[in-house]
C-alpha cells in the first residue's frame, strides 16, 4: 500500500461551475493532471470521470481502479445515467439530478479520505450548482414563469441553516420555502457518514457569454437539451452570479475565482487557473509537509492506539497506578465521551481547546465531567479564565487612552481570550471598537479558524486580519512584523510544543516588533503527573517553571524578572505578563544584583492571586546558570 494513503489530511476543495457550454467537465477532468505536475500534489476529481493524480503515478482514472472506486462514485455515475434520460422533464429531472450531485460530493470526500488528498476538483457542488440551475426546472425563463429571485443575503442565510442550524431571520424566513427537509436531509447523511452536503473551500466560474455558450453546443451536433435556450442560459449565469456573491459572504472573496473563457482555448484557462490557485495550493502543500499540528501525538490513538498506550508497562507501572488518585483514572474513559474521541483524533486542537473552553461544568453528563475534570484540561481552562481576567483591563487602558490599539496574537486559536475581553467592552463603549486593530496568525490545520474569527470581528466592527501559517518560517514572520508594531502581543499554548531555539526565537521576534510601551501575554506549562502520560504515548512538549520562564523573557529582551505570574487551581499552567526591556543592556533590576551563583529564590518575583488561591514561589536552586540548564 502507499504511503500516502496510511496519512489522512484536510483536503482542498475546488468546484468548478459554469453554464452548459463553457466546457466545465472537460476542465475538472483535467485540472487535477496539472495540479499534479505544476505543484506536486496529490489531487483528485470527481464529475464525468474520477481520478486520482499524483507526481509519480496515477491511482484511478477512466478505466483504470486498481483499488476500487468509492461505492458513492458508483451511485453518482448510474444516477448521472438515468438524470441525461430524463433532462427534458421538468419534474422527473430533479429528483434524479439533486442525488446524483449528493453522490458525487460524497464520493469526493471519500476520495479525499482513501487516497490522503491534498486536492480534489469537482463538476459542480450540490448547493452551488442547486443555486444556479434550480430555476431552470422550477421557474424555466423561456417559458415566461414568474420567479422570485434569491438575494446573496437569503442565501447565506439558507446555507447556515442547512449547514450549521443557525436561526433564518424572520424577514428572510417568510420568502422562502420550508428549510426543514434540507437541513434533516443534510444531518441524516452526515450520521451516515455520507458528507454529500457542503461547501467547497474555492469556487472557479467558467464565465461564457450565452449567446457563444449556444453556438458551442450547436456545433456539437448533439440532441439539445430542454434548458439549452438562450433564455434559461442566461438566467442560469445571472443565478450564478448570486451563488458566487453568497459565497463570498460565507467563505471570503478569496474563495471565488472567475476565468472569462470567451475566446480562450481550454489551456489558457487551466494555466489561468493553475495561477489563480497559487496561494490556496502553496497553502495546503505546506500543510502537507506536516499535517500533524503541534500538541498532536503520532500515536494513533483514534484508531486503537489508545488500548497499545492503555497495557504499556511504562504507562501502568510509571504513571498510571502512582498517579491513580491525582486524575490518571480518567484517562482511559476518554473514548466515552465526544470530545475525549475528538481529542483522541486531534490532538491539542483548536477544536478541542474549544470543547474544553465551552463546555458548562453542570450542563454536561459523565463522560464529559470526566474529561473536563482532568487536570491538564481543568488548567487550559482556568488559563483563559486567568486571561480574560488580565487581557480586558489591559485592552481598555489602552483603548481609552490611544487613537489605535493593534493586537498580535498567534497561535490564535478561537482567539477566546481577546474576543470575550472585546465584547464586554464593546457593551460598555461600543464606540472604542473602531479603534481596534487585531491580527491574528494560526497554522489552522483544519482551516476552521479563519470563517469563524472573521464573522467575530465583523459584528464587533474591529479592523482583523487573519494570516495562516507556520510562526517558525523567517517570511511569513516578516509578513506579520510588516503589519506592526503592536501594542498588545499573545503568544499563549505553544510554548511547550515549541522547540527551544524556536521559543527564543520568536520572544525576541515579538520583542523587536512591539512597542516600547507594549506589553506580552505569554504562558508556560510545569512537568506535572500528566507529562508522564503524554511522554509514554508519544508527545514531545517542553516544561517551565515560572522560574525558568521569566530567565527566558528575560534573554529575549523583556524585563523577565519583573513579570506577573498568575496560576489556575493546579498550579500546571502559568500566565505571565511582560514589558519590554527599553535598554536591552540594563536588562536586571536595578535593585539587585545576580551573579551566576544567585539562588533563585532571591530574585524578587511579582506574583498576583489565582483563581482560586494565591500563588507563591518558592523553589530551591543552586542557581540561574543551573536553573537555565535544567539542573533544578
Known sequence: ????????????????????????????????????????????????????????????????????????????????????????????????????????DAAARRMESKWSLDCVVSDGNTLLSTMGRAANYLYPASEVEQTYEPSPEDLAAVLNYVLDGQPVPEAIAARLPNLRPGRWLHRATRTLGLHSVWLPDVVILLKLDPKVALERIHSRGLQIDRHENSDDLAQTHGRYQIALETMRRVKGEDSVITIDVNGKRPGEALRTALKALRTHLLAQKAKRQDARPLGTTKTQLAEGGIWKKVFNPRYVFGYFIPRFFNGAWREPFFPISKPGQRFLKEGYSGGVMKEIYDHKPKEVGLGERIFQGYPLHRAVYDRLQLLKQNVEPELEQRLRSQDQVTVFTAPSGFAYDLFKPLENIAHRAPALMKKVKLIAADLDPHGVLAPELSTRAAKLGIQFEFCQGNLSETQFRNDCAAKGPFDLALFVGLSSWFPKPATLQHLRWLRENLKSTGKLVTDCFTPAGYSLSGRYVGYQAHYYSPQRYRMLLDTAGFDGLNATVQSG???????????????????????????????VEDIPLKTTLDVGRQFRHSQQAAGIECVLNGVA
Open 569 to 599: 487551581r493546579d498550579s500546571i499552567n502559568h500566565i505571565m505578563l511582560a514589558s519590554p526591556v527599553l535598554d536591552p543592556a540594563n536588562s536586571m533590576d536595578p535593585t539587585v544584583a545576580i551573579k551566576s551563583d544567585d539562588p
Open 1 to 104: 500500500m502507499n504511503d500516502m494513503k496510511k496519512k489522512h489530511t484536510q483536503a482542498l476543495h475546488v468546484s468548478v461551475i459554469g453554464i452548459d457550454g463553457s466546457g466545465k467537465s472537460t476542465f475538472a477532468a483535467s485540472l487535477p493532471m496539472l495540479l499534479a505536475a505544476e505543484y506536486q500534489l496529490q489531487a483528485g476529481g470527481a464529475g464525468e470521470t474520477y481520478v486520482v493524480n499524483t507526481p509519480d503515478e496515477d491511482h484511478l482514472t477512466s478505466g483504470f481502479t486498481p483499488d476500487g472506486l468509492p461505492f458513492t462514485a458508483r451511485i453518482s455515475t448510474l444516477l448521472k445515467r438515468w438524470a441525461k434520460r430524463f433532462t427534458n422533464h421538468r419534474r422527473i429531472y430533479p429528483f434524479l439530478k439533486v442525488p446524483q450531485m449528493m453522490a458525487q
